[in-house]
C-alpha cells in the first residue's frame, strides 16, 4: 500500500469524484476522501481536520471554484 493521502473533493457529481479517487489510487495512494458539493457543507470538513489536497470542479450547480477557494483559505 502508498502513501495515505487525504482528499476533500469539492465536486457535484459522485461519478467524476470516483473517477479522481481511482487515479489517485492509481497512482500509488491510499485515498480518504470525502466529497463536498455546496457551501454549506465543505465548512465543517475544514474545520475538523487537515487535508493534504482540496480539488474543486470549476463550476457546479450549487457552488464555483472561486467561492470554494475563498471558504478554503
Keep these: 500500500m502508498g502513501k495515505t493521502l ?7 457529481s ?7 479517487v481511482h487515479e489517485l489510487e492509481n497512482g500509488g495512494y491510499d485515498v480518504d476522501f470525502e466529497r463536498r458539493d455546496s457551501v454549506d457543507t465543505i465548512k465543517d470538513p475544514l474545520s475538523r481536520r487537515e487535508w493534504d489536497l482540496i ?8 457552488i464555483c471554484a472561486p467561492e470554494a477557494l475563498h471558504i478554503v483559505r
Design 55 to 62: 480539488l474543486s470542479d470549476h463550476a457546479m450547480p450549487r
Design 6 to 12: 487525504t482528499v476533500l473533493l469539492i465536486e457535484a
Design 14 to 20: 459522485e461519478d467524476d469524484a470516483m473517477l479522481i
